[in-house]
């Protein structure tokens, strides 16, 4: 079970990357709420990724953004500097037992029980 973090959405939609695109129809396959802001919410999206985006969205099944996992993000963000968005990626990916995929492992490392996956490291 995977949780696809918000960067590996966004590689995605480069055609030298559409490699990546295989695992938005793996059965168990997630997304954080949180990454459906980080990747729409860019302010120089142009119509083509909004359309592209949201039909991924459409293909992942959704992990709400809930009070457990924000206790536990506070939580994260108060033992090392984490942005908002990657502390509740990382909780989200530990209440659940999903293996994060994301190219952004260092920002990640530190976390201990958080299985992490770079995709980019894998033979293709």
Request: glycine share 4%.
């Amino acid at each position: 079970m995977k949780l696809i973090d918000s960067n590996i959405i966004i590689y995605s939609g480069a055609q030298e990357h559409s490699w990546l695109r295989g695992l938005f129809y793996e059965v168990n396959s997630f997304f954080s709420s949180i990454s459906k802001i980080e990747v729409l919410g860019y302010h120089k999206i142009v119509e083509a990724q909004v359309i592209y985006f949201s039909e991924v969205f459409k293909l992942l099944k959704v992990l709400h953004v809930n009070f457990e996992v924000i206790d536990n993000a506070v939580s994260l963000r108060q033992q090392r500097n984490l942005t908002l968005g990657d502390s509740i990626i990382a909780a989200t990916a530990l209440l659940n037992d999903l293996t994060l995929i994301t190219r952004n492992v260092d920002d990640f490392s530190h976390i201990s029980g958080l299985n992490i996956e770079n995709p980019f490291n894998e033979d293709r």
